[in-house]
């Protein structure tokens, strides 16, 4: 195959390995991309035509009250549990998280590193408002409310589950979906930073949004569930 027709199919099949940066505007123009992947390409709002990442113009969009949440969870294996204080087992053996509630009541545990809950949601909020320092393209947003709760849920072998709930408000042109996002996410890391030592089998689970009002269009639990 000629050159210049292998580097146009490589450019159609796998645009982000081709080239360098003089032929980028040719052989990585959405001109050289399928029908398919060019709709997917025009629905992405931080990348221009010719394939260059941007931050997405809101100069004309208008200003309003928007709120998003977002969920995440840490499962506990038994042997954290063993380590921690904060969580009593029941008559059966079982470890339960019921028992377990802070003054805020919010559930909470304890270990060497001090209380785990509450550096979480402190470490979640600090990240909500460092969101688009961490994330290139998010707008820089005045957040007005930021709430996390986390919740300690008994599971099956002596498992126990964190659940966490970032919610974030704000108005302003842009939504608040990253930041809450980000802050579910950061808050889940720390809860397993801070219990590490005890196990390092820890898993965090799905992190996702499954609330968003005040843009284009609302996105509620059930979009997600059906999913």
Avoid: W
């Avoid at 954290?80 to 509630?101: F, M």
């Avoid at 707008?139 to 986390?150: G, K, M, N, R, T």
């Amino acid at each position: 195959m000629p050159l210049r027709r292998a580097s146009f199919a490589l450019a159609r099949t796998a645009p982000e390995l081709v080239c360098p940066r003089a032929l980028r505007s040719t052989l990585c123009s959405r001109a050289y991309l399928s029908p398919r992947k060019n709709r997917l390409m025009s629905s992405l709002t931080h990348v221009t035509e010719d394939n260059h990442p941007t931050m997405k113009s809101v100069t004309n969009k208008r200003v309003t009250k928007r709120l998003a949440t977002a969920v995440s969870s840490v499962l506990l294996p038994p042997v954290v549990l063993d380590g921690i204080q904060g969580v009593e087992p029941k008559d059966d053996g079982k470890h339960n998280s019921d028992t377990a509630r802070s003054p805020s009541g919010h559930s909470e545990i304890s270990s060497k590193k001090g209380p785990v809950f509450a550096t979480a949601i402190i470490a979640g909020t600090m990240a909500v408002k460092k969101t688009s320092d961490l994330i290139p393209f998010c707008h820089p947003l005045p957040i007005e409310a930021c709430s996390i709760d986390i919740q300690l849920e008994s599971q099956p072998n002596g498992y126990t589950k964190a659940n966490i709930e970032c919610t974030v408000e704000v108005t302003s042109k842009t939504g608040v979906e990253m930041e809450a996002l980000t802050g579910a996410s950061v808050c889940a890391l720390t809860i397993y930073d801070m219990l590490k030592a005890l196990s390092q089998e820890m898993v965090i689970e799905t992190t996702k949004l499954v609330r968003k009002t005040g843009g284009k269009s609302d996105i509620g639990d059930d979009a997600f569930t059906k999913s």
